[in-house]
């Protein structure tokens, strides 16, 4: 028997690009699992709804008597659900206030109140800002450059005080550069590789900022699934990178994608975002001593299994 089996798991999001590849993984340990999303970008085709250890509630995070409906016989709670935009979050900073610090808040009051054994939450890697030094460790500087990345600041201190208060445990996920299928490539907020695989399987141009330079430390979906699971059912509290701490930069990775779509569309480069961070690096030995883990997917095998989806 698993630690999974038998454990009643609410994934908040969980219709979404992260959510529901963490679904299917805690579906295939044997967990019961219910869904709350108001499918705002989420979609039910993403979810195995057939599945009769799955449930999928249709409502909003924000919304309190939903929430408590939802927290009900739950026994751990993956919150990943929020407005995920940075760039929306300087445009219309209330509204993603209220999703990402008034959502958190009211899963926390629930998880305390439901007595849950573990919750878990996606924190990210914009909490950091721009690096003093490389990989970041969870230790470095917190100076974050958005409201998205404030919200998430925010929301590890409201966690760290429902453990302080009340004895709720958390770990927040702050997950770097999250790659895969099902991330929406039509989205203005998708991640620079759904936009690259999208634009390059149909011969056209990607657009660079810059020089190309720019690194990131790109980390395969499918493992962010099975880092969340272990985070689940793990007795560690506090905060995580989700990292491999690896990187490359945007012109290999360009490179490596015409070999793997074969094609022989050239970048376009444009003017630096000011927004822009050079250089991000998790460092990942606090994911690996804490949960064991190790990536699986290879950056070229999970671009493959990208481009295999897409097609
Ligand atoms: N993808 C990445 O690289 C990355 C990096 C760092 C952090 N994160 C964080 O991970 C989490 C999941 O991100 P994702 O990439 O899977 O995004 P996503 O947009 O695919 O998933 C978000 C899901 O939440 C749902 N949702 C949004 N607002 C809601 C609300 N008010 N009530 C109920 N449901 C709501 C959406 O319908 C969607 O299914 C987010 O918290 C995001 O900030 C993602």
Redesign the pocket.
Known sequence: MTQTSGARVLV?????????HTVEALLADGAQVRV????????ES?LPLGETSLELIE?????RRVVEVAMRDVTHCL??????SVIRSVEDPVHSAS??IL?PVTLLQAAKEQGLEKFV??????VYGDPESLPLAETARLAPLSP?GLE?QVDEQYAALFASLHGVKSLG???????GP???PA?P?A?VISKFVDLLSKNEAPTVFGDGGQTRDF?Y?KD?ARANVAALFSDHVGVCN?ATGATINLLELLDTLRDVLDSDAQAKHVDGRSDDIRHSCGDASRLKSWLGFEPEWTLAAGLQALAAASR
């Open positions: 908040t999001g969980g219709a979404g690009f992260i959510g529901s709350l999303d108001n499918l705002s970008s989420g979609k993403n409502g909003d995070i924000t919304d919150h990943l659900a929020a407005q995920v999703q990402n959502g939450y996606a924190s990210s890697a914009a998205y998430k996920m702050r997950y770097f550069n999250v790659y099902r991330q929406d989205s907020y991640g980390v979906v962010v989700v």
